[in-house]
């Protein structure tokens, strides 16, 4: 059942810890991964439906399916079915689409991939893998 709520914000209970040893409670609202800290880049951000097709940017340039494969099973998380990396559009990084068998495969590792951290085969600063949905059907 859902509902709406009659409260302005969403206001954080007591902090706990959790049986693994960490915080019950985190707050990101001042991390740089938060696209929505001011109006300007809140207004930039496409809101889509989920879909079993993620795009995902900012991928080293060599990046590959075997990557992907790779840290979808250090993840714990199901490896997608298909693997697009688009052309060069950039110098810098790489971007592509991900596809899964259900829109729920395609969330969890949305959940666990997105801000993974790769490695940078040419610098010191790794790259922070982003996702999203996509409105692509498929990723061949």
């Given at each position: 059942?859902?509902?709406?709520?009659?409260?302005?914000?969403?206001?954080p209970g007591q902090?706990?810890?959790?049986?693994?040893?960490?915080?019950?409670?985190?707050?990101?609202?001042?991390?740089?991964?938060?696209?929505?800290?001011?109006?300007?880049?809140?207004?930039?951000?496409?809101?889509?439906?989920?879909?079993?097709?993620?795009?995902?940017?900012?991928?080293?340039?060599?990046?590959?399916?075997?990557?992907?494969?790779?840290?979808?099973?250090?993840?714990?998380?199901?490896?997608?079915?298909?693997?697009?990396?688009?052309?060069?559009?950039?110098?810098?990084?790489?971007?592509?689409?991900?596809?899964?068998?259900?829109?729920?495969?395609?969330?969890?590792?949305?959940?666990?991939?997105?801000?993974?951290?790769?490695?940078?085969?040419?610098?010191p600063y790794p790259?922070?893998?982003?996702?999203?949905?996509?409105?692509?059907?498929?990723?061949?």
């Amino acid at each position: 059942n859902v509902c709406v709520s009659k409260q302005p914000a969403i206001m954080p209970g007591q902090s706990y810890g959790l049986e693994d040893g960490s915080c019950s409670y985190k707050d990101f609202s001042e991390s740089r991964n938060n696209r929505f800290s001011t109006p300007e880049q809140a207004a930039k951000n496409r809101i889509q439906h989920p879909s079993n097709v993620l795009h995902f940017f900012n991928a080293p340039l060599e990046v590959t399916e075997e990557n992907f494969f790779e840290i979808c099973d250090e993840l714990g998380v199901k490896r997608p079915t298909s693997v697009k990396v688009f052309s060069g559009k950039s110098e810098r990084s790489s971007s592509g689409l991900l596809e899964w068998d259900s829109k729920s495969d395609a969330l969890e590792t949305l959940g666990f991939l997105n801000h993974y951290q790769m490695k940078n085969p040419n610098g010191p600063y790794p790259y922070t893998l982003k996702l999203c949905f996509s409105t692509a059907q498929h990723a061949s």
